[in-house]
């Protein structure tokens, strides 16, 4: 195989696109800097509430009082024999006094959790907390009357929220028709439906008529990061392991096909393919550039942002939680997205298409439990869970590729339906419906007393058309059964992934809630980049389902300079696509730093 470019029309092509690249650099760059200015910034800046500093009177009363407190437990020091993080994510805080609660209020089974007259001594050392500056951060505060009335199941105590509207207040265990106990539970109450009689039957697991998000995001901000921060480590590791065995593979492909030159081993668009060295095919792998230098501009804005963040606080009460390692394992699996495509342009063909698409769809579920973490920071899906499930989706694309036929989409169709209304029970119940007897028999039981008037609507209504269109996916897949497995799953993951976000957006506007102008170009913008993306895409030049003779016929000339063709444009778009879509998550909660959390609906 010959060149058929001079090298000026290789300069011309690759330079066009760095071309590209380095002015989308320099216009961010610029806005930064333009950002110096007063009147720019504030038509930019978020107008947050900060953090109150305490003078150091104040501090050194904090400092002395946790000092004497007996109860509190005391930190790990840096001799640790393990990684003292790891703490951050057991859902155990550091005071004695400090209630942990998920969304129903239930207490974790903790030291903290626990309370005995031992551990009570004086209100100090219920309330005082650590890590706090303003006493307004002290959000929680153990109403004893008696040290005889606590207990260890704590079914006497009142825990009130501090400034958040919502009342957790232990429950008796519920009663089910078999005798059996859910275990104590406590009912959160909003203050302003207080007046109002809480019936627990019509309301299942305790669940309050409407949700806030500070109701939702009870976990201290230390928690809360940790949780996030997993993320990120997590799809580095996962990445590397990934990464490695995909490089030697596809290395010995190209030996291969350079030692043989058969042309039936990689289905390459052979009327646009320029080889350069040892690459058969340098223009496809060169334009996934896109991915790499955009993943690393979107983790470079998110690390700026968290670190002016770190140097203005701002007050844990308003405002959406920040998820800064979630966000940044958004642009780190965009650059992953860059290596393993151009892995598989080395030599494509069926063995190693799923190398193109794997963290395609690790974007697309991160992407939802982004949207979904924003609002349910308590309740959200952990690391460990998150990445579990992409595996299992691997390895269901190994079978469907390899394997496939009736057999396989029986099982899928199955999976499929099955897996997405469990996940609808555990989404419109806000995490606490579980695939067991007791969760499943609370639901039923409220179903006759609610009638047709469900808990919440918009959230119901957004699950039924995310119902139904997931059932036409698996009844479409069921019955036309393409060899293509990887692209279904991929459109499946996609599609729902662009409802979440149409839902996520509708529901901020039902509710009063108006993104930024910055947010409304990106979207615009993504939007403007998906589409001509998405044709190029449907339009490819080759079809490695197919036999390499019929692949072939699908090959076109080189559509931009020569050089690139409707799959390269599809890169270098969809990159563009990626870059201006995660600027969207990113900023689009930007009109809510200075709103209480009890005034931000949970949707």
């Known amino acids: 195989m010959r060149a058929a470019l001079t090298r000026a029309q290789y300069a011309a092509g690759a330079g066009a696109a760095l071309a590209l690249l380095a002015l989308l650099y320099a216009g961010v760059g610029a806005l930064v800097l333009a950002q110096r200015l007063p009147r720019l910034r504030a038509l930019v800046a978020p107008r947050a509430v900060l953090a109150d500093k305490p003078d150091e009177a104040t501090r050194s009363e904090i400092d002395s009082a946790m000092s004497m407190s007996p109860g509190r437990r005391r930190r790990r020091d840096s001799t640790a024999t393990f990684d003292s993080s790891d703490n951050s994510d057991t859902d155990e805080e550091e005071e004695t006094g400090t209630a942990t609660t998920d969304v129903t209020g239930t207490r974790s089974p903790t030291a903290a959790a626990v309370t005995t007259a031992a ?35 704590a079914e006497a105590v009142d825990v009130h929220a501090a400034g958040n509207g919502v009342t957790a207040t232990a429950a008796p265990p519920p009663q089910y028709a078999d005798g059996s106990e859910a275990g104590p539970r406590t009912v959160y109450v909003i203050e302003s439906d207080r007046a109002q009689p809480t019936d627990s039957t019509s309301r299942p697991f305790g669940l309050p008529p409407r949700l806030n998000v500070a109701a939702l995001t009870r976990r201290r901000g230390r928690v809360l990061a940790a949780r996030s921060d997993r993320y990120l480590y ?68 998110v690390r700026r942002r968290k670190l002016r963040r770190r140097r203005k606080p701002r007050h844990e009460e308003y405002g959406i939680p920040a998820h800064y390692g979630l966000l940044s394992s958004l642009g780190a699996a965009m650059m992953m997205v860059a290596l393993l495509s151009a892995s ?34 308590d309740v959200n899906a952990r690391a460990h869970a998150t990445f579990g499930v992409l595996a299992l989706l691997i390895a269901l694309v190994v079978w469907g590729v390899v394997g496939g036929g009736p057999l396989f989409w029986s099982v899928f169709t199955v999976l499929h339906v099955f897996t997405f209304l469990l996940l609808s029970l555990r989404i419109y119940y806000v995490g606490q ?95 403007a980049t998906w589409m001509p993306a998405l044709y190029f895409f449907v339009s490819g030049s080759s079809d490695w389902s197919a036999t390499p003779a019929q692949s072939r016929e699908r090959n076109h000339e080189c559509r931009v300079l020569q050089f690139y063709d409707s799959h390269d444009l599809w890169h270098l778009l969809s990159a563009l696509a990626l870059y201006f879509t995660f600027n969207a998550l990113l900023t689009w909660d930007d009109g809510l730093a200075a709103v209480k959390r009890t005034d931000i609906a949970v949707f």
């Open 344 to 377: 598989y342009h080395v030599c494509p063909n069926a063995l190693n298409f799923q190398f193109d698409t794997a963290f395609m769809y690790v974007l697309a579920v991160l992407s939802m439990v982004k949207i979904y973490q924003a609002r349910h920071a």
């Open 119 to 153: 551990d009570v001594t004086t209100a100090a050392d219920i309330t005082t907390t650590a890590d706090v500056t303003n006493a307004a951060d002290v959000t929680t505060t153990a109403n004893v009357t008696n040290p005889a009335d606590v207990t260890s199941t």
């Open 234 to 301: 997590t799809l580095y590791t996962v990445g590397l392991f990934y990464a490695l065995p995909v490089l030697q593979f596809v290395a010995a492909f190209q030996v291969v096909l350079n030692v043989t030159g058969s042309l039936d081993v990689c289905y390459y668009n052979f009327l646009c393919a320029h080889p350069l060295g040892g690459l058969s095919d340098f223009n496809h792998v060169f334009s996934n550039v896109g991915y790499l230098a955009l993943g690393a501009l979107f983790m470079l804005q």
């Open 433 to 527: 419906f579980r695939l067991e007897k007791q969760s499943v028999q609370e639901a039923v039981a409220a179903l006759p007393s609610r009638g047709l008037r469900p808990l919440y609507a918009p959230r119901l209504v957004m699950l039924l058309i995310a119902n139904a269109v997931n059932w036409g996916f698996a009844l479409y897949g069921l019955f036309t059964q393409s060899a293509d497995f990887a692209g279904h799953l991929l459109s499946v993951l996609l599609c729902n992934t662009l409802l979440y976000m149409v839902f996520y957006l509708s529901m901020k506007l039902l509710h009063g809630e108006r993104p930024r102008w910055y947010a409304w170009l990106f979207l615009a913008a993504g939007a």
